[in-house]
């Protein structure tokens, strides 16, 4: 265990003795561990930082925004937005294998990302949120993994830039990121969020990704993760227990919950007309490890509550449906 303000000093300490006054870059994807190693990095070195956030079209609602306004506007840091969605959805379109779809976001996160950088040349480092479990998992990556953790060991920047790894959060846990984040001013939800897949809603777009599947999916997802933000979880409190460790709401009381967007049609009826639009399946589940989980027994009038607003308020679904199932046998996300 150990103190915050001492480890938040002796970690600048260290930053600022192994990069002297060389400049980094930084990727940021809107993550905790990128976000954190941003904040502590910019808090050793300031403007000898830059970040490069790249905008692949597949983030969440509002999410490009609260990265700026959080980095930018508020800490004070230099990021570089790159608005590459229209690049994204070219290479997607036409696209509905899973693990194709993987790949290609992933090549173009890399190409984006190494175009980028590749105008700073005088950095020296790339900084990485690399986190303690990443070092002791990053012998095998199946199925998935598209993190920029894993792409940049591969290289693919300017051979002259020849840049050396940062990775200030390596010995690091999970739950010391989001305190150390915490300490270093990053917004408490922000810090707690449920984990994020790198391919973002491509994995949560059924089949061949389209903008305007984005745009309704975004809005759907943001009203189901609003209502589970804003249901009080009602725990049985036993005498004795750590009332800290009960959780506030709905959405921490889950450990990932999201909506998914089905291509397909079903009729539906709204005043005297006959709609046929597009379903939207909610997802939210309870685990340790996200190598089984069960799926949450949410209320339902919670559950209500959100199939009624996201039919009323997104125009272009009409039908909402909630995913009972387990892991295994069926996964977390749907691709
Ligand atoms: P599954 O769907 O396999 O997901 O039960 C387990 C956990 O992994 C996350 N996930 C991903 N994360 N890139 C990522 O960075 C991916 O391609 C990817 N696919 C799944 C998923 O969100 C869950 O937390």
Redesign the pocket.
């Given at each position: 265990d150990w103190n915050m303000p001492d480890y938040i000093s002796e970690a600048v300490e260290k930053i600022r003795a192994q990069v002297g006054t060389d400049e980094v870059i930084l990727g940021l994807s809107g993550g905790v561990d990128s976000s954190v190693a941003a904040a502590l990095i910019h808090r050793a070195i300031g403007d000898q930082l830059t970040c490069v956030f790249v905008d692949h079209g597949l983030l969440r609602l509002n999410e490009g925004k609260m990265v700026m306004d959080m980095f930018a506007n508020n800490l004070g840091v230099k990021v570089i937005r790159v608005d590459a969605e229209d690049q994204f959805m070219g290479h997607l379109a036409g696209v509905s294998d899973p693990e194709q779809k993987?790949k290609i976001i992933g090549r173009e996160f890399v190409e984006v990302f190494d175009k980028e950088s590749g105008k700073l040349v005088n950095a020296k480092w790339l900084a990485q949120g690399t986190i303690y479990p990443d070092v002791i998992e990053s012998a095998g990556k199946g199925?998935?993994?598209?993190?920029i953790k894993s792409h940049h060991n591969v290289g693919g920047l300017p051979e002259h830039m020849k840049l050396s790894l940062l990775e200030p959060l390596r010995e690091l846990f999970k739950d010391e990121v989001r305190k150390l984040g915490v300490a270093l001013g990053l917004p408490h939800d922000m810090v707690y969020r449920h984990?994020?897949?790198?391919?973002g809603l491509g994995?949560r777009i059924l089949g061949e990704v389209k903008k305007e599947y984005a745009d309704l999916l975004r809005q759907a997802d943001a009203i189901f993760i609003e209502e589970l933000r804003n249901t009080p979880y009602e725990a049985t409190i036993v005498p004795g227990f750590d009332q800290d460790a009960v959780p506030k709401n709905w959405y921490d009381a889950t450990s990932?919950a999201f909506a998914v967007f089905l291509p397909v049609k079903s009729v539906g009826v709204m005043g005297d007309g006959r709609t046929y639009e597009y379903v939207v399946a909610l997802r939210a589940v309870q685990t340790q490890d996200?190598?089984t989980?069960h799926w949450a027994h949410l209320p339902h009038a919670l559950l209500g509550k959100v199939s009624n607003r996201i039919i009323n308020e997104v125009r272009g679904i009409n039908r909402v449906v909630y995913d009972i199932s387990g892991?295994p046998p069926a996964?977390?996300?749907w691709e």
């Open positions: 993987r199925k998935k993994g598209q993190t984990p994020f897949p790198g391919p994995v990932q996200f190598m989980a892991k996964t977390i996300e």
